[in-house]
């Protein structure tokens, strides 16, 4: 899930090269000690469906729903250590974007 307007932004940007690739990201630590616990996911379309349905007024943009290419899988590269109590798993590697349809199928080519 995400900005609808920011990624449609950012999908159109890679589709005319004006960026060379579109990644969610994952969990990182910066060198000023910065925490960032990994963008937000859930195991299938439905779910995030079911997740947006439920806390539209509290999510302050437009969301869509997006699918990430993970390099390892699901249970290696997601966690619900910091966000089960939500509904969510956070990403733990940084990974590909693409388009899906409502069956989760990708649409992006």
Excluded: H
């Excluded at 993970?70 to 798993?89: I, V």
């Amino acid at each position: 899930m995400g900005n609808k307007k920011s990624y449609d932004r950012a999908f159109k940007q890679l589709s005319n090269g004006e960026i060379p690739e579109l990644k969610k990201i994952g969990r990182t630590q910066d060198e000023d000690d910065e925490y960032y616990s990994g963008g937000c996911c859930w195991p299938s379309y439905p779910e995030a469906m079911m997740y947006i349905e439920k806390n539209k007024d509290e999510i302050p943009y437009t969301p869509d729903i997006y699918g990430i290419l993970l390099p390892n899988g699901w249970k290696e590269d997601t966690t619900d250590d910091t966000f089960a109590d939500e509904g969510f798993y956070s990403l733990l590697v940084d990974a590909d974007l693409v388009k899906v349809n409502s069956n989760g199928d990708r649409t992006d080519g």
